[in-house]
């Protein structure tokens, strides 16, 4: 299977505070990966730092189908196939969401023709047909807004589709929904990078490997079982098994920590 995302080495810092501190990651198509990582480890940096934000002084490798993305500007980057889904969606009163869509499609080469066939057919699958002559994510659910989005991916047809804590702030059963839009979402020509604090959403989708990043790094890859280490032991158990040191910042003082005597054990 030929690789999608390649990504080798690659450092983020903004000012002097590195963020992302040499990350290696190999996705083929048709594949799902999940990153998972406590807040603050650089996910979104990950995919600010992929789709071209501003503001990142970076360096390190990372091509798509082969194709350096870091020389290119983020347009560039959309059109060779690279999609981000937003963390939380934005609601666009009286844009509706089938001339956004077309709109989206003519900026990435798309015929108008080609880009309403696909439209049709993708809201049947993803059953958004009656939202597409509403405003964009107007009185939409949480997890409506979300199955919009992958809806919305599926016809822009990435060949990397970024979801950045698509299961954030979504009740059980919106999370079991958007995770099988995920799953519907998986073709052969699509590598899904599917970036989650939580472990909830595994339950409903099987990534085909789970990779853990920890201070802007991957640390560990995996399958399921590390996800059930992580729903075991947290973060700290993944840190302790490789003897990871917490950053300075986060070790919280004990209580005794401000007494230098302590009568007895708090
Ligand atoms: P995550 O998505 O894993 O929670 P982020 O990528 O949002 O983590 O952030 C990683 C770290 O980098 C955090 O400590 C955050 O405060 C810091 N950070 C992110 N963006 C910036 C920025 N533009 N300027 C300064 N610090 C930043
Ligand atoms: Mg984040």
Same mark, same amino acid.
């Given at each position: #299977?030929?690789?999608?995302?390649?990504?080798?080495?690659?450092?983020?810092?903004?000012?002097?505070?590195?963020?992302?501190?040499?990350?290696?990651?190999?996705?083929?198509?048709?594949?799902?990966?999940?990153?998972?990582?406590?807040?603050?480890?650089?996910?979104?940096?990950?995919?600010? +730092?992929?789709?071209?934000? &501003? %503001?990142?002084?970076?360096?390190?490798?990372?091509?798509?189908?082969?194709?350096?993305?870091?020389?290119?500007? +983020?347009?560039?980057?959309?059109?060779?196939?690279?999609?981000?889904?937003?963390?939380?969606?934005?609601?666009?009163?009286?844009?509706?969401?089938?001339?956004?869509?077309? &709109?989206?499609?003519?900026?990435?080469?798309?015929?108008?023709?080609?880009?309403?066939?696909?439209?049709?057919?993708?809201?049947?699958?993803? !059953?958004?047909?009656?939202?597409?002559?509403?405003?964009?994510?107007?009185?939409?659910?949480?997890?409506?807004?979300?199955?919009?989005?992958?809806?919305? #991916?599926? +016809?822009?047809?990435?060949?990397?589709? @970024?979801?950045?804590?698509? !299961?954030?702030?979504? !009740?059980?059963?919106?999370?079991?929904?958007?995770?099988?839009?995920? &799953? &519907? #979402?998986?073709?052969?020509?699509?590598?899904?990078?599917?970036?989650?604090?939580?472990?909830?959403?595994?339950?409903?989708?099987?990534? !085909?490997?789970?990779?853990?990043?920890?201070?802007?790094?991957?640390?560990?890859?995996?399958?399921?079982?590390?996800?059930?280490?992580?729903?075991? %032991?947290?973060?700290?158990?993944?840190?302790?098994? @490789?003897?990871?040191?917490?950053?300075?910042?986060?070790?919280?003082?004990?209580?005794?920590?401000?007494?230098?005597?302590?009568?007895?054990?708090?």
């Amino acid at each position: #299977m030929s690789v999608a995302l390649d990504v080798k080495g690659l450092e983020a810092s903004v000012e002097t505070k590195q963020i992302l501190d040499g990350l290696d990651l190999e996705i083929p198509f048709g594949e799902v990966h999940a990153i998972m990582g406590p807040n603050g480890s650089g996910k979104s940096t990950f995919c600010h +730092v992929l789709t071209g934000m &501003e %503001g990142y002084q970076v360096s390190g490798r990372a091509r798509l189908e082969g194709q350096d993305l870091l020389s290119l500007e +983020v347009d560039e980057r959309a059109r060779l196939g690279l999609l981000q889904s937003f963390q939380y969606p934005t609601e666009v009163p009286g844009v509706h969401l089938r001339e956004f869509l077309i &709109e989206a499609a003519d900026e990435r080469g798309m015929e108008e023709a080609d880009a309403l066939d696909r439209i049709e057919t993708e809201a049947k699958r993803f !059953d958004m047909t009656r939202f597409l002559d509403r405003s964009l994510n107007n009185d939409l659910s949480g997890g409506e807004k979300k199955r919009s989005e992958i809806f919305q #991916m599926a +016809v822009l047809r990435p060949k990397v589709a @970024l979801l950045d804590e698509i !299961d954030s702030g979504l !009740d059980i059963d919106a999370v079991k929904q958007v995770a099988e839009a995920v &799953e &519907e #979402m998986r073709s052969p020509h699509l590598a899904v990078v599917l970036i989650t604090h939580y472990n909830r959403i595994l339950k409903y989708l099987s990534p !085909d490997r789970i990779h853990v990043m920890i201070d802007g790094k991957i640390v560990d890859s995996g399958g399921t079982e590390l996800a059930e280490e992580l729903e075991a %032991g947290g973060y700290e158990g993944v840190r302790s098994r @490789l003897g990871l040191k917490k950053p300075e910042a986060e070790v919280k003082p004990k209580p005794s920590d401000f007494f230098t005597e302590t009568p007895f054990d708090l």
